[in-house]
C-alpha cells in the first residue's frame, strides 16, 4: 500500500490494487511455530493483557482499490477514506529475529505522521500490530509512547484508544496489515470504533501511566468531524510500516 500510494502521487499509474493473502495449505508452519512456543495455547490473541502467551493464526484475504483523490471524485467512486501518508523502514540490529526494536518503530511512525502533514495529537486511533505476546507488545506500546506521549498533551477526555484486529480473528501473518487497514478504514467512514477482545487485566510489563491511552472493550462511537488513524504493520522480518488514514467526509 505504501508503494502504491507512490505510484499513485509520481503519476506512475492511475489506479493501483493492494493486497495480502494467509491461506494454509499443510501443517509444517503451525508445527515450527509450535515449536518455536510462538503460538497461544488457546487460540486467542490476547493482546495487550496479562495473559498474552504469544498469538493465533488466522486465513484470511484482502484488498483495497486505491485513487488519487481527484480522479475518484471525478469518477464518482465511492471514497471510503482518504490515505494521508505512510512509511516504511527496517529494524536494524535487534535481540533477534523475533525481538522488535522499538526505537525503529517510533521512527516508522513518525515518518508517516510527518509525511501526512498530521500531529500525534490529532490521531484519535491507533490499529496496532499487537500480536499479543509478552515481549512484542510491551515494545510497541512503549513505542506509541514515545510518539504520543507525555499524558499532558492529550485531553484525557479523549484517550488515544488503541486495539488490534487480531483479536477479532486471529494474526493472519501475510494479510496481517491489510486486515488492520481495512478495519481502520471502516472506522474511519462508519464513525465507530470497534471492540477489541480478550482484554480482561492489562499487562504488567507495560508503563500505563506513560499513555493517555484506552483499549476498547465495546463499541464506541467516534463523534468527531475529523477522525484520524494511524495502522502498524511490523513483520517477522524486521520491516515495520505505518499508514496515516482519516474520513473523507
Known amino acids: ?38 503460538l497461544a495455547a488457546d487460540g486467542h490473541c490476547k493482546t495487550f493483557a496479562a495473559t498474552a502467551d504469544g498469538y493465533a493464526r488466522g486465513e484470511g484475504i484482502g484488498v483495497i482499490v486505491l485513487k488519487r483523490l481527484s480522479d475518484a471524485e471525478r469518477d464518482g467512486d465511492n471514497i471510503l477514506a482518504l490515505l494521508r501518508g505512510s512509511a516504511v523502514n527496517q529494524d536494524g540490529p535487534s535481540g533477534g529475529l523475533t525481538v ?36 512484542g507488545d510491551p515494545i510497541e506500546m512503549g513505542a506509541l509512547a514515545t510518539v504520543f506521549g507525555p499524558v499532558e498533551k492529550r485531553n ?11 483479536t477479532n480473528f486471529g494474526h493472519l501473518e501475510s494479510a496481517a496489515g491489510i486486515a488492520g487497514l481495512i478495519k481502520a478504514i471502516l472506522s474511519v467512514q462508519q464513525s465507530e ?10 499487562s504488567k510489563h507495560i508503563n500505563w501511566d506513560a499513555l493517555a491511552v484506552a483499549i476498547p472493550t465495546q463499541f464506541i462511537k467516534w463523534s468527531a468531524a475529523n477522525r484520524i488513524a494511524g495502522v502498524s ?12 488514514l482519516s474520513n473523507y467526509n
Open 233 to 244: 504493520s511490523f513483520s517477522f522480518s524486521g520491516t515495520n510500516a505505518h499508514i496515516v
Open 100 to 135: 522488535p526494536n522499538g526505537p525503529s518503530q517510533v521512527k516508522v511512525i513518525r515518518a508517516a505522521l510527518d509525511n501526512a502533514n498530521i500531529t500525534p495529537e490529532q490521531v484519535g486511533y491507533i490499529e496496532a500490530h499487537g500480536t499479543g505476546t509478552a515481549l
Open 1 to 38: 500500500t505504501h508503494l502504491a500510494m507512490q505510484a499513485l502521487r509520481l503519476g506512475e499509474c492511475d489506479l493501483a490494487l493492494s493486497g495480502g493473502t494467509n491461506l494454509f495449505f499443510g501443517p509444517q508452519t503451525h508445527i515450527n511455530f509450535c515449536k518455536a512456543r510462538m
Open 156 to 166: 484525557l477526555n479523549e484517550p488515544l484508544r488503541v486495539a488490534s484486529v487480531k
Open 193 to 202: 470504533i470497534f471492540p477489541h477482545l480478550h482484554f480482561t487485566q492489562p
